[in-house]
Every structure is written in structure tokens, then in C-alpha cells.
């Protein structure tokens, strides 16, 4: 199956930034949809942003307007810029594809990778 590999997280204060990537690997051929992923301690898993071949992009609420999402899926990469970070995007963070349009939720993508881990102090 395909192998996902995240990297670019680390530890920043409030209101810094970080870009975090994702690299695909091994059975990419036919990729539509990927996305970002977050846990924080104690949460349920959510969603950041998702993106997918036909253009279509969705983004948590809570990221709106701090955090873009931006992929070469053909390239088998996607990235997330996050801006204004906030002690409450502390998590770890995955990224996620799958090989069909998929909605934006956790449990529709079948892909996962192991997770780059982000901590945002006040």
C-alpha cells in the first residue's frame, strides 16, 4: 500500500509558523484525495484540510485563514503552511490519501501516515 512520511513539525511560540510536508511513496499511481490530519492529548482525531485531484479544498474551521494546504499529487507531495499558530494547534499531525474522492473525515481515508508532531507555546 502506499507509504506516507511526514516531516517539518516542531516547536514554535505562539503567533510563529511552520510548514509541514508529506511525501507519498510506493503504490502512488491513482492518488485523488489527501489531507491533513490532527490528535492533540486526550482529543479524537480531526481534520485540518483536504485537497484532491478535481481542485476541490476544505478546511476546519478553527484553520481558516491561518493555514493553506497545497499539493503536487501527480508529484505525490502536499504540504501545509501554518501561519499565527496558537497553543490550541498543539497535536500530532497526519497526513492522509486515498485513492478516490473522499470527504473530508477521518474515518474516509484509508491511508495514513505515522505523524510529525507540533507544539505551539504561549
Known amino acids: 500500500q502506499v507509504q506516507l512520511v511526514e516531516s517539518g513539525g516542531g516547536s514554535v511560540q505562539a503567533g510563529g509558523s511552520l510548514r509541514l510536508s508529506c511525501v507519498a511513496s510506493?503504490?502512488?499511481?491513482?492518488?485523488?484525495?489527501m489531507g491533513w490530519f490532527r490528535q492533540a492529548p486526550g482529543k479524537e482525531r480531526e481534520g485540518v484540510a483536504a485537497?484532491?485531484?478535481?481542485?476541490?479544498?476544505d478546511y476546519a474551521d478553527s484553520v481558516k485563514g491561518r493555514f493553506t494546504i497545497s499539493a503536487l499529487i501527480d508529484e505525490h507531495k502536499m504540504y501545509l503552511q501554518m501561519d499565527r499558530l496558537q497553543p490550541e494547534d498543539t497535536a500530532m499531525y497526519y497526513c492522509?490519501?486515498?485513492?478516490?474522492?473522499?470527504?473530508?473525515?477521518?474515518?474516509?481515508?484509508?491511508?495514513w501516515g505515522q505523524g510529525t508532531q507540533v507544539t505551539v507555546s504561549s
Open positions: 510506493k503504490y502512488t499511481r491513482g492518488l485523488y484525495s
Open positions: 485537497t484532491r485531484r478535481d481542485g476541490t479544498i
Open positions: 492522509a490519501a486515498d485513492y478516490f474522492w473522499r470527504p473530508f473525515q477521518v474515518r474516509e481515508f484509508s491511508h
